[in-house]
């Protein structure tokens, strides 16, 4: 199993990475931004219907260390209730932005913090070929994988990447659904992957 993720959307580029999914039968996590949720809609609303797991990235892109309990709270529960009203599913899985957070953050959020075991630095290099070789020489069972459906070059990797991991034996899962095989998720807790114990 392994579990690709896609930060700071949805954007325009969205749906490529969702066609790709199909294409696959794959699922993926997207820790979406409060502020991009109504404009992309359509694109959310999709991902649920997929069986895809929209996961929380804050509603502007915070950084939580700089933030008090309360404005975490609200950073967080204004962008779970938008996703809520929009799809109707609940978003069960915070992704701090830059990956910053304190031991406050999990009684704020109220849902554990999940990373990352295998960062592309897509936003970085901004390159289809240097994201596809990323993911295919350093795939692991369950690893988690960070990547940015904001990013056109990042979206393009999408059908390759997929298409090597299945053929290399994977199933795509959600992190909630590599979680559920793998110990399951503690609201308090931190994960960057999921290995077999
Ligand atoms: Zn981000």
Redesign the pocket.
């Given at each position: 199993m392994i579990a690709l993720t896609y930060?700071?959307g949805p954007s325009a580029y969205t749906p490529v990475v969702l066609d790709a999914l199909s294409r696959y039968d794959g699922h993926a996590t997207f820790?979406v931004?409060g502020t991009s949720v109504t404009r992309y809609a359509d694109s959310l609303r999709r991902a649920v219907a997929m069986g895809c797991e929209i996961g929380n990235?804050t509603y502007d892109?915070s950084n939580l260390k700089n933030l008090s309990n309360v404005q975490v709270q609200s950073v967080v529960n204004r962008t779970g209730q938008a996703v809520k009203d929009l799809t109707g599913a609940d978003v069960r899985l915070l992704?701090p932005?830059?990956g910053s957070y304190h031991g406050a953050t999990f009684t704020a959020a109220g849902m554990p913090v999940i990373l990352w075991s295998i960062d592309t630095l897509d936003w970085k290099t901004r390159s289809t070929s240097a994201t596809i070789q990323c993911v295919e020489q350093k795939a692991y069972d369950g690893a988690i994988v960070l990547m940015?459906d904001l990013h056109q070059p990042t979206v393009q990797a999408a059908d390759a990447i997929m298409k090597h991991l299945k053929s290399a034996g994977y199933q795509l899962v959600t992190v909630s659904e590599m979680a559920a095989y793998r110990g399951g998720l503690d609201a308090h807790k931190a994960y960057t992957q999921f290995r077999k114990s």
């Open positions: 930060d700071d820790f931004v990235h892109h992704r932005p830059y940015h």
